[in-house]
Every structure is written in structure tokens, then in C-alpha cells.
């Protein structure tokens, strides 16, 4: 079902998956009508009638009935959609949260960091972890460098000596403009500098992280798909991974990804983790995923509780979220109020 709203890539898709007793499990992906072709068309008459409790042998026949579409893009979204809407049918049928289903919460709960600008209003908030937007581009620059370094002493200064901070150019820095850039922010100690390059590149990661050993590399929102992440940790060119699990796979593949980086030594921190009962479910259950994002995308001032995009997502509160005990992913959304386009 394709919403016309904007969200989560563009336009958000919802996938309802029903079982032979009525239960349904609902699942949430991005990029609206070309995904949900893809779902209508090559995923749902290869998946019905099939057992919905085998999720494994499910995203096996999807990877592999997609690799002529490419294992990536809007194939990996639809796949994600469904995916989840068969964790959260799993966890209705067998009465337990998805977490429970995942091995069960390895902490009490989750700490969150607050994605966006509005930093004092984060600290209000109670977070203590914060990650900031990039205002350049690698064709600013030494002007842009200058920018850039002015901004992230800013924000150090703002959140204090003790706090996490991070910095997102989500793709907009080439190799050397990286380079230049972390070398400049080394004073400020980054946890982390955020995709700054783009997916497909690389033997661009692996020299970046050559030149820069000491700053730590988080990348992965953008990548597809087990494999994708297995060449990143292979060459050791990142710190840490960010599958999102709207458009990696789904939670299925979120955690193989999460299982090749932790035989590495490497944490696991989906994109967006935080916003969804989806991401909060898997890093409630996953001890190497130490924190989750949460986008602060609303106006200063606004409780988080008002915000809530739908009944039963549990909301940070002190910078900390617990999710819903509820069965599946403790969605709060009546059967009444989903339509079919």
C-alpha cells in the first residue's frame, strides 16, 4: 500500500501480510510506487501460501529471485517491507514482542542520540549523545573546511567535553575533501564521521580509512544487503555499521549484517534506529548495538509523546526509549484503518 504522504525515502509504503487464521503483520518501506510494484508483482505471487513463520527460507527466495533485478535498491526496500510485516505476523502468532523472538533484551534500555541541529533543545530532552548536519560539499573548499570546522567546534562547545558527537555528510565529500576534513575535526573527537562518501565507492572507503586511521567511519544506510556490508568489514575500511532496516532487507537481514560485524568486533547501529519500534526492537535484543538514532525532527519546544507517529511506538524519555512488550512490533494500528490502493 503506498501512501502519498512524504517519509521514509520519499514516500512510505506499508505491506500487510495476513495468515490462513486472519492475523496480520504489518511492515513499513520506502520509495512509494516503484517499490510497491516490485512488491505487488514479483514478491507477493512467489511468497503466498508459503509458510509465514519460516523467515529465513522466505528471505532466501527473495534474495535470490531478485538478483536479476539487482540485489540492491528498490528490490532490497520491498524485501524489507515484507520482512518485517513477517516478524511482526510471527510475533502476533506466537504472543511474544519481536525482541523476545530475537533472543530477548540484552539491556533495560535502549540510549538514544538525537539526530539534528536543535541542540539545546536535545540536551532539554535529556540526550547526551547528538549528531549534527553537514553544511558543505566537497567543491566548497578550504572555504568550506572552514566552515565545516566552525560549525563542529560549535557544537562541541554547546554539548560539552563528555557528550558524543557525530557529524553526517551523507555522501557529500569525496576522498580528499574527507581527508581534509577529518584531519580538521580530529581536535573535536568525533565518535563517528558519517557516510561521507558514496556507497558503491569502495576502494574509496578503504583509502580513506588508510589515511585517517584514527577517525572512526560509520557508513551503511545506503548499502544493500549482507553482502555489501561483508566487503566493507572484509577490508576493515569501517567502524561502524548502519543498515537501515526500512531498505537493507528488513530485520532479517539487519541481523546477518549485524552477525558478520560482530565476529569482526564492530558495532551495529541501524539507521534511524530509534524512530521505529522496527530498530528498537533489534537494538533492545543486540548487545553490540550500544546505541539507536533518533531524528529530532519536529520543532523545539514540542513533546516527543505529542509526535508519535502512530499508537503504540514507545517515545525517548531522558535520551533513553524501552519498546512496546506488546505482541510482534507492538504496532498500534487498527485493522480498520488500512486500505488497499
Not at 539487482?70 to 510471527?90: E, N, R, T, Y
Not at 564521521?193 to 557508513?219: F, Q
Not at 543498515?243 to 528488513?250: A, K, S, T, V, Y
Request: glycine share 12%; net charge negative.
Amino acid at each position: 500500500m503506498p501512501g502519498a504522504q512524504p517519509g521514509i525515502g520519499g514516500g512510505v509504503n506499508w505491506v500487510q501480510v495476513i495468515a490462513e487464521d486472519g492475523t496480520w503483520g504489518l511492515g513499513r518501506c520506502g520509495f512509494g510506487p516503484p517499490v510497491a510494484s516490485v512488491i505487488e508483482t514479483i514478491f507477493a505471487p512467489l511468497l503466498e501460501g508459503r509458510d509465514c513463520l519460516a523467515t529465513e527460507y522466505l528471505n532466501d527466495l527473495m534474495w535470490r529471485s531478485m538478483q536479476r533485478l539487482g540485489s540492491a535498491g528498490h528490490a532490497a526496500v520491498a524485501q524489507s517491507g515484507i520482512d518485517l510485516a513477517l516478524w511482526d505476523l510471527k510475533g502476533k502468532l506466537l504472543n511474544q514482542p519481536v525482541y523476545s523472538l530475537l533472543g530477548g533484551p540484552c539491556r533495560d534500555k535502549i540510549r538514544c542520540y538525537a539526530t539534528g541541529d536543535d541542540l539545546d533543545w536535545a540536551i532539554e530532552l535529556g540526550f547526551t549523545a547528538f549528531k549534527i548536519t553537514n553544511p558543505v560539499h566537497y567543491d566548497s573548499g578550504t572555504e568550506g573546511l572552514n566552515r565545516l570546522e566552525e560549525k563542529v567546534a560549535q557544537a562541541r562547545d554547546t554539548v560539552g567535553p563528555d557528550a558524543d558527537l557525530m557529524i553526517n555528510p551523507v555522501m557529500s565529500y569525496n576522498v580528499d575533501f574527507a581527508i581534509q576534513a577529518a584531519e580538521r575535526l580530529r581536535p573535536y573527537r568525533l565518535r563517528w564521521l558519517e557516510e561521507p562518501l558514496i556507497p558503491p565507492d569502495l576502494e574509496g572507503h578503504i583509502a580513506l580509512k588508510r589515511a585517517v586511521p584514527w577517525m572512526p567511519i560509520a557508513t551503511g544506510e545506503d548499502h544493500h544487503g549482507r553482502y555489501a556490508f561483508r566487503q566493507l568489514v572484509e577490508h576493515r575500511c569501517v567502524d561502524v555499521l548502519q543498515p537501515d532496516i526500512n531498505w537493507c532487507g528488513g530485520l532479517t537481514e539487519a541481523v546477518k549484517i549485524y552477525i558478520i560485524g560482530e565476529a569482526a568486533g564492530l558495532t551495529t547501529i541501524p539507521h534511524g534506529g530509534a524512530n521505529s519500534p522496527f530498530g528498537q526492537h533489534f537494538s533492545f535484543a543486540m548487545p553490540e548495538s550500544p546505541m539507536a538514532e533518533y531524528w529530532l525532527g519536529t520543532d523545539p519546544g514540542i513533546p516527543l509523546e505529542e509526535v508519535k507517529p502512530w499508537p503504540g511506538m514507545a517515545m525517548p524519555e531522558n535520551g533513553y526509549v524501552v519498546p512496546s512488550d506488546e505482541p510482534g512490533f507492538g504496532l498500534g494500528i487498527n485493522e480498520d484503518w488500512i486500505r488497499t490502493t
